[in-house]
């Protein structure tokens, strides 16, 4: 009789923790870096006429890879007239990916009767998800063109969107009034330690600032302990020198942030 007693006050303690076990897991938190957007992969190609049967990498052929979100078009819009205005080939650019193809290919063999020469162009975009946290959406749009000359160019950009409000996320919108000059106060700090330059070094030499004078630009990503900043090949360097990163950790502008924008779920 004790032992029966024993095995059911054993067998009722192993339910109730089975209870509240199943009950904590119900109520458990999705992780904020769970995709919020549904969306899908598609590559528009279009070869070049005289490309034959010749695999891609010995023709002109315009690429792009980009990403189609369901229920979204204002950001479908903007996703598809970003990913044919990378490289800004022409002043009137249209999210037609076909048209704008057409324009390139035309060009290049238009170039090709004035060159009364073989050679091959290149034009290749890829958009891709970064991360989705919440009402934060980044994207990052890198591209490589050929157009004859000494080299190619490749370019990176960052695309910050807010999904709730369907718009771009500018500096201006994470950042209080009149936060240019500090937060270019902080970052020349930061850049200057990357770069192994003294707090008075010039600038002329070995940099494209405008003036010799140290400024972010605005190309930046959202991320979830800071934002990173970008330039581009030829932008503040020589060619041979590549393209340029800088972080800036919200630890570092927390007094420059404003309160209740995306990046508020990051700072504590």
């Not at 034959?52 to 189609?68: A, E, H, L, M, Q």
């Not at 990503?221 to 972080?247: H, S």
């Amino acid at each position: 009789m004790k032992f029966s007693f024993l095995l059911l006050s054993a067998f009722i303690v192993m339910l109730c923790f089975s209870c509240n076990w199943n009950k904590t897991s119900t109520v458990a938190k999705a992780d904020i870096t769970t995709d919020t957007l549904k969306y899908r992969y598609e590559t528009f190609k279009q070869r070049a006429p005289d490309c034959g049967t010749k695999p891609d990498s010995g023709c002109t052929v315009v690429k792009i890879k980009y990403p189609v979100f369901t229920g979204q078009p204002v950001l479908n819009d903007t996703a598809r007239h970003r990913a044919a205005t990378l490289f800004d080939v022409y002043n009137k650019p249209d999210t037609n990916f076909k048209v704008f193809a057409g324009k390139f290919i035309k060009a290049y063999q238009q170039d090709m009767v004035n060159r009364n020469t073989a050679m091959i162009y290149t034009l290749q975009t890829n958009l891709d998800i970064a991360r989705q946290d919440s009402s934060l959406l980044t994207m990052q749009l890198s591209g490589y063109s050929f157009q004859g000359g000494a080299h190619g160019s490749s370019l990176t950009i960052f695309i910050n969107w807010n999904t709730k409000a369907q718009k771009y996320i500018g500096l201006n919108d994470l950042l209080i009034d009149n936060y240019q000059l500090r937060l270019d106060s902080i970052a020349e700090g930061i850049f200057r330690k990357q770069e192994n330059l003294s707090p008075t070094e010039s600038l002329k030499t070995n940099y494209f600032f405008a003036k010799d004078k140290f400024a972010l630009n605005t190309n930046f990503q959202v991320m979830p302990t800071g934002l990173r900043f970008l330039y581009n090949e030829y932008e503040i360097k020589p060619y041979a020198a590549g393209r340029t990163e800088l972080f800036i950790p919200y630890t570092q502008i927390k007094n420059l942030l404003k309160p209740n924008t995306v990046v508020s779920q990051y700072v504590k």
